[in-house]
């Protein structure tokens, strides 16, 4: 069998697990399965990271032309990724907490975690260090959508609260509600 | 005056279950009740208790239960009437009696036994008048209409046959009417008819017609009052009527003094067999006879149940028996069980009777053992040939490959008469390795529960061998091709095909819609190599 890896339009590199029809089929059996599904978690994370995208949704296997295409789909073989099969692994990332389902309390749309909240504090905090931020407040808006794209550019606004929290429990940010949202400020690390 | 003619006095003190026939059934009861006789209340009988049966109607005195009390025969009633009592006036069922007065007023015929015409079988008392069966042949009693039961009986015992050619003239107790026989079709009739059964044509009289009542009956009773029939009143002084009456009629409606068979109907005795009447009743009484018959069966075969009983307890004591033998023995000689004890424990054991407190000795293993190494070397011979003359034998047909129920049916067929249960099979099955070369192995398939004996090519590291190199070669497969290349069932090679993944062996590759596909799972330490993260 001669598997290859292969460089899809938009830079991604798959990998040569991509190129096997069986990876696209559910397996009975548990052990066999439970390697693919670690393989898929991993490319799931890793194209999320390249294309920063942040939500996968049961709709993206369903009906082609979404965002996912180039991973869910792999024409040459011509298999594609069953949305049962999705949903399991979906599963499997939840419970190993590398998801979450977002909007709560449904299973088809996870929220993708290539970066987990503790990371996503740090990037916020050092963001808003870095771009001399701190100590204003700032709305959430000039934070998802700066004028200069930075690494927080798109991150959806839960994911975004969830990093503040962390920052605030360790006392880099406060949130502040203001008229129209919700506002943050930034404060220097306590050092020393 | 009609208390006396109708009813018969009985002793009151016996309390009333005691009293009743065999089949007879009380019904209800009603106390504080009193008599009239006729239109006159009957001063004996004023204060009582009525007890309403399948066949009487008892009335017990409270007073002088052992003077007064009576019994009186439903099948007297004519009919009934009922008063709903007003004001002082009590409630009162009246009884209208028939005229023709009952012939058992003559003796207690229930409380001695009779001799059955038929069979001449000596019945014990107790059943009621009409509604006796002999206890021997089931033949009802006959409605005795004379005074003196036992001579008629006697005259009248010749078998109903001889009656088809005889041409006596009846005999003085009307008991045995001859036949007429038709002129049109010669079918023998009841002389009382005027026309044939069947045909219809007119029916020469030769005899005089039969006088409903036997010359031996007492003379007709007075009638009361103005000349109606005779009756009797029972007040109800303490409510109840209402109840009782009920019960009254429905058990006249009932009439089970009335045998059930047919023959009662034509007030003629029952053991004729003549006239439709005759073939119809004939036809019942072998269905009756059929019905004991399967009664007796039955009984035959809860008493075999009981003795089986007493055999298992029997072969239980002399189990203990041997062991307490055998254990004196052994003490004194040290030898092992004798033959004889292990022949008896082990056939009890093969019979099924259970022993609780014996041992599998070693030696009913030892014994169930060797049959079964030699049930497997026979079995051995039946699946690969003896060569010789009988060739290959039956793992030859099939590659290799086998279901048990195929052996199993296979072998019985070649034992004959001699089968063998698919238990002891079973147990058969794991001595066959030692006499079968190239080995041969049972296995079970765990998806379906499939039981074949396979030789050593069919093993699953052997199949999962094959199945690595041919699709290293080929890459991807179907079962279908799989399947021709082991030259299997398409089902059997299924099933092997799931062990193999159930193994991690192999995965499968499924298109949207297409056919399973089968690849080698090379996946197990995959390395990544996609993008760098």
Same mark, same amino acid.
């Given at each position: 069998?001669?598997?290859?890896?292969?460089?899809?339009?938009?830079?991604?590199?798959?990998?040569?697990?991509?190129?096997?029809?069986?990876?696209?089929?559910?397996?009975?059996?548990?052990?066999?399965?439970?390697?693919?599904?670690?393989?898929?978690?991993?490319?799931?994370?890793?194209?999320?990271?390249?294309?920063?995208?942040?939500?996968?949704?049961?709709?993206?296997?369903?009906?082609?032309?979404? #965002? =996912?295409?180039? %991973? $869910?789909?792999?024409?040459?073989? @011509?298999?594609?990724?069953?949305?049962?099969? /999705?949903?399991?692994?979906?599963?499997?990332?939840?419970?190993?907490?590398?998801?979450?389902?977002?909007?709560?309390?449904?299973?088809?749309?996870?929220?993708?975690?290539?970066?987990?909240?503790? #990371? =996503?504090?740090? %990037? $916020?905090?050092?963001?808003?260090? @870095?771009?001399?931020?701190?100590?204003?407040? /700032?709305?959430?808006?000039?934070?998802?959508?700066?004028?200069?794209?930075?690494?927080?550019?798109?991150?959806?606004?839960?994911?975004?609260?969830?990093?503040?929290?962390?920052?605030?429990?360790?006392?880099?940010?406060?949130?502040?509600?203001?008229?129209?949202?919700?506002?943050?400020?930034?404060?220097?690390?306590?050092?020393? | 005056?009609?208390?006396?003619?109708?009813?018969?006095?009985?002793?009151?003190?016996?309390?009333?279950?005691?009293?009743?026939?065999?089949?007879?059934?009380?019904?209800?009861?009603?106390?504080?009740?009193?008599?009239?006789?006729?239109?006159?209340?009957?001063?004996?009988?004023?204060?009582?208790?009525?007890?309403?049966?399948?066949?009487?109607?008892?009335?017990?005195?409270?007073?002088?239960?052992?003077?007064?009390?009576?019994?009186?025969?439903?099948?007297?009633?004519?009919?009934?009437?009922?008063?709903?009592?007003?004001?002082?006036?009590?409630?009162?069922?009246?009884?209208?009696?028939?005229?023709?007065?009952?012939?058992?007023?003559?003796?207690?015929?229930?409380?001695?036994?009779?001799?059955?015409?038929?069979?001449?079988?000596?019945?014990?008392?107790?059943?009621?008048?009409?509604?006796?069966?002999?206890?021997?042949?089931?033949?009802?009693?006959?409605?005795?209409?004379?005074?003196?039961?036992?001579?008629?009986?006697?005259?009248?015992?010749?078998?109903?046959?001889?009656?088809?050619?005889?041409?006596?003239?009846?005999?003085?107790?009307?008991?045995?009417?001859?036949?007429?026989?038709?002129?049109?079709?010669?079918?023998?009739?009841?002389?009382?008819?005027?026309?044939?059964?069947?045909?219809?044509?007119?029916?020469?009289?030769?005899?005089?017609?039969?006088?409903?009542?036997?010359?031996?009956?007492?003379?007709?009773?007075?009638?009361?009052?103005?000349?109606?029939?005779?009756?009797?009143?029972?007040?109800?002084?303490?409510?109840?009527?209402?109840?009782?009456?009920?019960?009254?009629?429905?058990?006249?409606?009932?009439?089970?003094?009335?045998?059930?068979?047919?023959?009662?109907?034509?007030?003629?005795?029952?053991?004729?067999?003549?006239?439709?009447?005759?073939?119809?009743?004939?036809?019942?009484?072998?269905?009756?006879?059929?019905?004991?018959?399967?009664?007796?069966?039955?009984?035959?075969?809860?008493?075999?149940?009981?003795?089986?009983?007493?055999?298992?307890?029997?072969?239980?004591?002399?189990?203990?028996?041997?062991?307490?033998?055998?254990?004196?023995?052994?003490?004194?000689?040290?030898?092992?069980?004798?033959?004889?004890?292990?022949?008896?424990?082990?056939?009890?054991?093969?019979?099924?009777?259970?022993?609780?407190?014996?041992?599998?000795?070693?030696?009913?293993?030892?014994?169930?053992?060797?049959?079964?190494?030699?049930?497997?070397?026979?079995?051995?011979?039946?699946?690969?040939?003896?060569?010789?003359?009988?060739?290959?034998?039956?793992?030859?047909?099939?590659?290799?490959?086998?279901?048990?129920?195929?052996?199993?049916?296979?072998?019985?067929?070649?034992?004959?008469?001699?089968?063998?249960?698919?238990?002891?099979?079973?147990?058969?099955?794991?001595?066959?390795?030692?006499?079968?070369?190239?080995?041969?192995?049972?296995?079970?398939?765990?998806?379906?529960?499939?039981?074949?004996?396979?030789?050593?090519?069919?093993?699953?590291?052997?199949?999962?061998?094959?199945?690595?190199?041919?699709?290293?070669?080929?890459?991807?497969?179907?079962?279908?091709?799989?399947?021709?290349?082991?030259?299997?069932?398409?089902?059997?090679?299924?099933?092997?095909?799931?062990?193999?993944?159930?193994?991690?062996?192999?995965?499968?590759?499924?298109?949207?819609?297409?056919?399973?596909?089968?690849?080698?799972?090379?996946?197990?330490?995959?390395?990544?190599?996609?993008?760098?993260?």
């Amino acid at each position: 069998m001669n598997l290859s890896t292969y460089k899809t339009a938009s830079g991604f590199l798959l990998p040569s697990i991509h190129s096997a029809p069986p990876f696209f089929t559910q397996q009975p059996n548990t052990a066999t399965q439970a390697g693919f599904t670690e393989q898929w978690t991993r490319l799931l994370l890793a194209y999320a990271r390249h294309r920063r995208l942040f939500t996968l949704r049961l709709e993206d296997a369903e009906v082609p032309g979404g #965002e =996912w295409d180039e %991973v $869910l789909r792999n024409p040459r073989i @011509n298999r594609r990724l069953m949305p049962n099969h /999705l949903a399991h692994v979906l599963d499997v990332m939840v419970s190993k907490d590398l998801a979450v389902y977002e909007p709560a309390k449904q299973m088809r749309a996870v929220l993708l975690y290539w970066r987990s909240p503790d #990371e =996503w504090a740090d %990037v $916020l905090h050092e963001w808003a260090t @870095n771009t001399g931020q701190l100590n204003t407040i /700032l709305t959430f808006y000039e934070i998802s959508d700066p004028p200069v794209p930075s690494a927080l550019s798109g991150i959806p606004e839960s994911l975004l609260r969830g990093a503040i929290a962390v920052l605030a429990k360790s006392g880099r940010a406060q949130l502040i509600s203001i008229s129209d949202g919700d506002g943050v400020r930034f404060f220097p690390p306590r050092t020393k | 005056m009609t208390l006396q003619k109708y009813t018969r006095s009985v002793d009151g003190t016996i309390p009333v279950v005691a009293l009743l026939y065999n089949d007879e059934e009380s019904y209800a009861s009603q106390d504080t009740v009193g008599i009239y006789d006729g239109i006159q209340k009957s001063i004996d009988h004023q204060n009582g208790t009525i007890y309403v049966t399948s066949h009487r109607l008892f009335y017990i005195d409270v007073l002088k239960p052992h003077s007064r009390s009576f019994v009186l025969d439903l099948s007297a009633i004519v009919r009934t009437e009922y008063y709903a009592g007003l004001f002082t006036s009590s409630s009162k069922v009246t009884i209208y009696l028939s005229s023709e007065t009952p012939a058992a007023v003559s003796g207690d015929e229930a409380a001695e036994s009779w001799q059955c015409e038929v069979c001449d079988f000596r019945n014990p008392p107790g059943s009621s008048p009409t509604g006796a069966k002999c206890a021997l042949c089931g033949v009802p009693r006959s409605k005795v209409l004379s005074a003196a039961p036992t001579p008629p009986r006697a005259v009248s015992a010749p078998p109903p046959s001889a009656h088809l050619f005889s041409s006596s003239p009846p005999e003085a107790s009307g008991s045995r009417p001859k036949e007429v026989a038709c002129p049109a079709c010669t079918f023998l009739n009841h002389p009382a008819l005027t026309e044939c059964e069947i045909c219809g044509t007119a029916l020469p009289r030769s005899a005089p017609p039969i006088k409903s009542a036997p010359p031996s009956r007492p003379g007709s009773p007075t009638s009361e009052g103005a000349g109606g029939d005779a009756m009797i009143r029972l007040s109800f002084r303490k409510g109840g009527d209402k109840v009782l009456y009920a019960v009254l009629k429905r058990s006249l409606l009932g009439r089970a003094w009335q045998t059930k068979s047919i023959g009662e109907r034509t007030a003629s005795s029952s053991a004729e067999r003549i006239g439709i009447d005759g073939l119809v009743r004939g036809v019942e009484t072998s269905t009756r006879t059929a019905q004991l018959d399967m009664n007796d069966a039955l009984k035959d075969l809860d008493a075999l149940m009981v003795k089986a009983r007493e055999m298992v307890r029997l072969a239980g004591d002399l189990n203990e028996r041997l062991t307490a033998v055998t254990k004196s023995s052994a003490s004194s000689s040290g030898n092992a069980e004798p033959d004889t004890a292990t022949f008896i424990r082990s056939s009890l054991a093969q019979l099924g009777l259970q022993m609780t407190d014996v041992p599998v000795t070693l030696d009913m293993a030892r014994d169930e053992k060797r049959w079964y190494e030699q049930l497997a070397r026979e079995l051995a011979g039946v699946l690969q040939g003896t060569g010789g003359k009988n060739g290959l034998g039956m793992m030859a047909t099939t590659r290799g490959i086998i279901s048990l129920d195929e052996v199993w049916g296979g072998w019985n067929r070649a034992r004959g008469v001699a089968l063998l249960t698919p238990s002891q099979f079973l147990q058969v099955l794991p001595h066959l390795p030692a006499y079968t070369d190239p080995i041969i192995t049972e296995r079970t398939f765990r998806a379906s529960g499939l039981r074949v004996l396979h030789t050593p090519t069919y093993t699953p590291a052997a199949f999962a061998a094959r199945l690595h190199g041919m699709l290293l070669i080929s890459g991807a497969r179907t079962t279908l091709d799989i399947a021709q290349e082991e030259a299997v069932p398409t089902g059997l090679a299924a099933e092997m095909i799931e062990e193999a993944e159930a193994q991690g062996v192999i995965c499968r590759d499924e298109a949207e819609r297409g056919e399973v596909r089968w690849w080698l799972n090379v996946f197990q330490g995959y390395v990544w190599d996609g993008q760098d993260t």
